[in-house]
């Protein structure tokens, strides 16, 4: 498996983002909707990476930098014909460490509280994730659910 930082503009990518923001659309209303669009993905403060084996697209994932010492888990997604190969944790524990690199003392994300979002909550609870309020511009809503991690 490769991890590569990517620029968005491969087919594969994009047609997973695109499933990516749909199923977010179909658990949540448009009000409970997070994700990045691709321009959102191409911001600066965003850096995303897509894994990759025998040049299949495994699955993708974003850092969003919301200060000096704190950043955001963005748009993990596996691909449906991956899962359960354990690409998204190797895109998490990928995350994880570029944290460590720049310096973030915490990273935090926002995932659904729908059954859908189970499998990449207990992923999360994994990798030492807790539960917590929002942080950054969110607020308290019955379809998100708030996780830090404290990074060391």
Known sequence: MEIRVDDLTGQQVQAL???HLQGMSADSPPESVHALDLDGLRSPDV???SLWEDGELLG???LKELDSE???????????AHLRKGAARRILEHILAVAK???YKRLSLETGTPESFWPARKL???LGFQYTGPFADYVEDPFSVFMTKELS
């Open 124 to 126: 999360y609870e994994k």
């Open 60 to 62: 993708i994932g974003a």
């Open 70 to 80: 704190h950043g955001e888990i963005k748009s993990m997604r596996t691909s449906a």
């Open 101 to 103: 690199e720049r310096g």
């Open 47 to 49: 850096t995303f990476w």
């Open 17 to 19: 983002i695109a499933v």
